[in-house]
């Protein structure tokens, strides 16, 4: 397939980056072979995207190197795709909704995936959780999130077309974080957690760069049972309630220190039915159609 068979509207699926290891851990929490999602914006060579920092558009056939793309295509009838179009311009005009960093979605996928992390998958979930929570509260404090939670490339493509009305709605059967196990997710395990609700960040820097957590978390991943004692810290809990309290200040406008972590977790648990990963658009979503790939090397 050609960059030139493209149509405004293609959800544009990425195979993982080269060397980058935020693609890797994205496709191994996913159970999938893609880690990025983007749009065809307009005309063919032109794309759209939640990428840091903010939604851009880009040329398709410089973003499209050395990686293969799944071309996915919508199967209902419609009379343009011009309603997705002014929404995605509409994010586009306003820079929402304010991608933060690839890191966030690997962290979205471990507090949501039904599994026991391993005690050492434990200790560098607990060192993203702290990170990203980290880079929340200075973009709180740099007022860079007004009202606007953070948003993941796949959820960009996703609202996008649900936002255009019902005609173009996706939906998602069966999706990556839906596994029926008996597991539960860390989220639960918050929920249920009592959080002393004291400064815990104040020990919490770390320099490790976004790739060297991920690094750490993928060979965790790939070389440790997933479940482990069973025990999950009361430190990655704790985590967890930071993390929350800060999307919840987020989503309220306001600063971290009057934010409410069990709000927050509330916030988290409605938003999981509805989180959308790369690959759910490939594998889970029936109005989409896998009509081809490209490589352009």
């Not at 740099?142 to 609202?159: A, G, L, R, Y």
């Not at 820097?205 to 690094?215: P, Q, V, Y």
Request: glycine share 4%.
């Amino acid at each position: 397939m050609d960059v030139r068979d493209l149509r405004a509207g293609d959800v544009l699926l990425f195979s993982p980056e080269k060397g980058s290891w935020i693609s890797k851990a994205i496709t191994w929490l996913t159970d999938a072979p893609v880690s990025h999602a983007a749009m065809t914006y307009q005309i063919a060579t032109k794309i759209i995207e939640e990428t840091p920092p903010a939604v851009r558009v880009a040329e398709a056939t410089l973003r499209f190197v050395d990686r293969t793309i799944s071309v996915m295509r919508f199967n209902k009838p419609v009379d343009s795709f011009a309603p997705v179009m002014n929404i995605a311009t509409g994010y586009l005009n306003k820079q929402e909704p304010y991608a933060m960093s690839n890191l966030y979605l690997i962290g979205m996928l471990l507090i949501y995936k039904k599994f026991t992390p391993s005690d050492p998958v434990q200790r560098v979930t607990l060192k993203i959780l702290k990170k990203l929570t980290a880079k929340i509260i200075s973009a709180i404090n740099e007022h860079q999130f007004p009202n606007k939670m953070p948003m993941v490339c796949s959820q960009f493509v996703f609202e996008c077309y649900q936002e255009a009305g019902r005609n173009y709605h996706l939906t998602i059967k069966g999706g990556n974080l839906a596994a029926s196990n008996k597991r539960t997710n860390l989220l639960f395990h918050a929920y249920n957690h009592q959080y002393p609700d004291i400064d815990l960040l104040h020990n919490s820097e770390n320099h490790a760069s976004d790739e060297e957590l991920a690094k750490e978390l993928y060979t965790q991943l790939s070389s440790e049972q997933l479940l482990a004692s069973g025990a999950i810290s009361s430190d990655i809990l704790n985590a967890i309630h930071e993390f929350a309290k800060a999307l919840h200040a987020v989503a309220n406008n306001t600063s971290y220190q009057l934010a409410d972590s069990k709000k927050g977790i509330a916030i988290l648990e409605a938003q999981s039915s509805l989180f959308v990963t790369p690959g759910d658009l490939l594998q889970h979503c029936p109005e989409l159609d896998h009509i081809g790939d490209i490589k352009i090397k």
